[in-house]
């Protein structure tokens, strides 16, 4: 019977000795993830490594680092070039991985001649070496910042001329999967136009809310922008017989693009952006005993300009 209880451990033990043998990976970013790191290791490792080990991914500007450590070696380091997508990431650390797991030796000493077994007497049958426990998992990576402030200057555009723009906003990156959520605040330098005998001094804020959607990810990044916007549309008169000032609320639409570049929580980005309001304003002149001026007010704006933001969580 103990000859029995014997085969019965050994063949359970090395039926779970691959599973033990598995690697931990662990990614601090998901470009590329652990689970898709773990996933081509388990095409192209042999599984033969009887040790403990480890593999941890850091991902920074330009480069990709692997951290190799196990139970019976000195952890290693390798520094790779980052590709443009995930996949050839995930693809890169899984070889380079699979690689050291391959070609390090079974036990702290390297590979060692096997001793003679002892003869076999059912009187001596002792139970196995418990398996030593594996290495104490690390602490998991930090969460990438998913929050950020920034601002920019801009150069606008329209059918009045040009002006200067001063943005800021604060968005949330990817609060529903991959879509995230910003919103910006455009402070424009005041402008001037003829009307009739005098000029209107106006300028007009703006709200907007966007959908951002990440178009390409990598050392660059693309992101295309779409949402609501709300204007307040501010007029005021100089060198008419009686000046007024007014002030005006008007709906429209911003869409636009952005390139950007992330690295350890601040992101340098480029803007192109457009504006469109569907209504109609003009600026108007009465002047008793005679035809009213007008004078129509942009309804499509371009805008181009750089700006920064950085994390706060």
């Keep these: 019977m103990k000859s029995a209880s014997f085969v019965v451990v050994a063949s359970a033990l090395w039926l779970a000795a691959p599973a033990l043998a598995a690697p931990l990976v662990t990614s601090d970013s998901d470009c590329p993830s652990a689970a898709d790191v773990t996933t081509r290791l388990a095409g192209l490792w042999s599984g033969n490594s009887s040790a403990?080990?480890?593999?941890h991914i850091r991902v920074e500007v330009g480069q990709m680092t692997v951290d190799l450590v196990s139970e019976s070696e000195p952890a290693v380091s390798r520094t790779l070039p980052t590709e443009a997508d995930c996949e050839s990431r995930a693809q890169a650390a899984a070889l380079v991985i699979a690689a050291w797991l391959d070609s390090r030796p079974s036990g702290p000493l390297g590979e060692v001649e096997p001793a003679a077994a002892p003869p076999f007497e059912l009187?001596?049958?002792?139970?196995?070496?418990?398996i030593?426990?594996?290495?104490?998992?690390?602490?998991?990576?930090?969460?990438?910042s998913r929050f950020f402030l920034g601002v920019g200057g801009l150069a606008s555009l329209d059918s009045r001329g040009g002006g200067a723009i001063l943005s800021t906003e604060a968005a949330w990156l990817r609060l529903v999967g991959r879509v995230g959520l910003g919103v910006g605040l455009s402070f424009p330098l005041p402008r001037e136009m003829a009307v009739g005998q005098g000029k209107a001094r106006w300028w007009r804020p703006v709200v907007a809310l966007a959908l951002r959607i990440p178009l390409a990810e990598g050392t660059w990044i693309v992101e295309g922008g779409i949402g609501p916007a709300l204007g307040l549309?501010?007029?005021?008169?100089?060198?008419?017989?009686?000046?007024?000032?007014?002030?005006?609320?008007?709906?429209?639409a911003t869409v636009g693009f952005r390139l950007a570049r992330r690295?350890?929580?601040?992101?340098?980005?480029?803007?192109?952006r457009g504006l469109l309001w569907p209504a109609a304003q003009n600026i108007r002149n009465d002047v008793p005993g005679s035809v009213p001026h007008l004078e129509a007010l942009p309804r499509i704006e371009a805008q181009l300009g750089l700006g920064f933001s950085f994390a706060l969580l």
């Design 52 to 55: 403990s080990a480890m593999a």
């Design 123 to 130: 009187a001596t049958v002792r139970a196995p070496t418990p």
């Design 263 to 272: 690295s350890r929580g601040r992101t340098t980005w480029a803007d192109l």
């Design 132 to 144: 030593a426990s594996p290495l104490p998992s690390p602490p998991p990576p930090p969460l990438p």
């Design 233 to 252: 549309l501010v007029v005021a008169g100089s060198g008419f017989s009686q000046n007024h000032t007014d002030a005006v609320a008007s709906w429209g």
